[in-house]
């Protein structure tokens, strides 16, 4: 009979592409995968301590711009809390973990959570842009969670790119203190890019409408020093519907919003 080999044991994997959202994104992705499962957490080298699982399920509160995920990962983060450093981890960490990946559109692995050891995905996740062999695909196997992070990612860039345009267009006299401006196809990009990263699920978002608008308005637009007051009142109006809220001593205020006009199209 042929001798089974030990597996060595695994690894979270960290990724770093120099955007911090995506960043943050991905590896909690990657960590809070491996908190679905006792099975999957036994194959670890080092297990997650409870301060690093709650750190990820707080990037995604704070950076992922979909409603659904970001109430599930506020679920799991209560279930964390009720987690005792050096006990063992409740059921109920476990519950919420998979509810909150499911939410992003990864599918239970074929034979259930609890028999998933993290070998059998990491096998089938090669973290290539070839995304998952067909075979793979066809037996039922498990969604990649690379799949899953790099959509988190996404949308995280799309988000941003989004909000610092606007918030620049938002604070008129700020815009007019810089010495060169975006071009309007640069603008516009920022807002395309906001527009296709949702797909299917653009029309439910809140800030869908507002998106439109400003982008029909900068269309129509050769960027200047002086900002028309119907584009960054439509700027202002996505940022309240992407969840940012007006500074303390208003739009135009000295210390004005958090970025400013950048012809960077990173």
């Given at each position: 009979m042929k001798s089974v080999q030990p597996r060595e044991p695994r690894t979270i994997r960290r990724t770093s592409d120099g955007h911090k959202e995506s960043d943050a994104l991905n590896n909690a992705t990657?960590?809070?995968?491996?908190?679905?499962?006792?099975?999957?957490?036994?194959?670890?080298?080092?297990?997650?301590?409870?301060?690093?699982?709650?750190?990820a399920v707080d990037d995604y509160i704070a950076y992922f711009p979909l409603e659904q995920p970001r109430e599930r990962a506020r679920e799991l983060r209560e279930a964390v809390?009720?987690?005792?450093?050096?006990?063992e981890i409740p059921q109920a960490v476990y519950e919420a973990t998979r509810q909150f990946m499911l939410s992003l559109g990864?599918?239970?692995?074929?034979?259930?959570?609890?028999?998933?050891?993290?070998?059998?995905?990491?096998?089938?996740?090669?973290d290539t842009d070839d995304g998952e062999p067909p075979e793979a695909e066809a037996a039922g196997a498990p969604r990649s969670y690379s799949d899953a992070s790099k959509k988190a990612a996404r949308l995280a860039q799309a988000v941003a790119g989004a909000v610092n345009i606007a918030g620049a267009l938002a604070s008129p006299s700020l815009w007019a203190k810089a010495t060169s401006w975006p071009s309007r196809e640069h603008l516009v990009e920022h807002l395309d890019q906001l527009l296709s990263a949702f797909?299917?699920?653009?029309?439910?978002?809140?800030?869908?409408?507002?998106?439109?608008?400003?982008?029909?308005?900068?269309?129509?637009?050769?960027?200047?020093?002086e900002v028309p007051a119907d584009i960054s009142e439509a700027a202002r109006e996505l940022l309240a519907a992407l969840g940012i809220e007006e500074p303390p001593g208003g739009w135009d205020a000295p210390e004005g919003p958090p970025e400013g006009?950048?012809?960077d199209n990173a």
């Open positions: 990657y960590l809070l995968r491996e908190m679905t499962s006792a099975r999957r957490l036994s194959t670890l080298v080092r297990r997650p301590t409870r301060a690093e699982v709650l750190q809390l009720t987690w005792r450093e050096g006990e990864m599918r239970e692995p074929a034979g259930g959570w609890e028999n998933d050891d993290g070998y059998q995905v990491r096998a089938i996740d090669r797909g299917a699920e653009l029309e439910a978002q809140r800030f869908a409408a507002p998106a439109w608008r400003l982008r029909a308005l900068l269309s129509a637009w050769e960027p200047g020093p006009p950048s012809n």
